[in-house]
């Protein structure tokens, strides 16, 4: 059982589904800093243990300019084009 934690307002909760996972990774997986205060720790923490746990990834940073406006386009059509999967780091 696996629970999914959605920090909109849900006042009557949407069910939803997890797609099958094969358990493992592949590929290209981003690592997008979004500039906030301590993301680039956490992400710094994450790529060392994806790096021991997934040898065969690709692990690709990125950062945005600032947390306080969107991702330029530029930068998500690179990391749309260059990544299978991305992570974000949102932490203070």
């Known amino acids: 059982m696996v629970t999914?934690?959605?920090?909109?307002?849900e006042r009557t909760p949407v069910e939803r589904q997890i797609t099958k996972r094969s358990g493992a990774l592949s590929g290209v997986i981003g690592l997008?800093?979004?500039?906030?205060?301590?993301?680039?720790?956490?992400?710094?923490?994450?790529?060392?243990?994806?790096?021991?746990?997934?040898p065969d990834v690709t692990l690709?940073?990125?950062?945005?300019?600032?947390?306080t406006k969107p991702c330029p386009d530029e930068l998500r059509h690179e990391i749309r084009d260059s990544c299978d999967l991305?992570?974000?780091?949102?932490?203070d």
């Open 32 to 54: 997008l800093d979004i500039s906030k205060p301590r993301g680039d720790v956490m992400l710094d923490e994450l790529e060392k243990l994806l790096a021991e746990k997934a």
């Open 4 to 9: 999914i934690l959605d920090p909109t307002d």
């Open 60 to 67: 690709r940073r990125f950062k945005k300019p600032t947390f």
């Open 86 to 91: 991305v992570l974000e780091a949102l932490a």
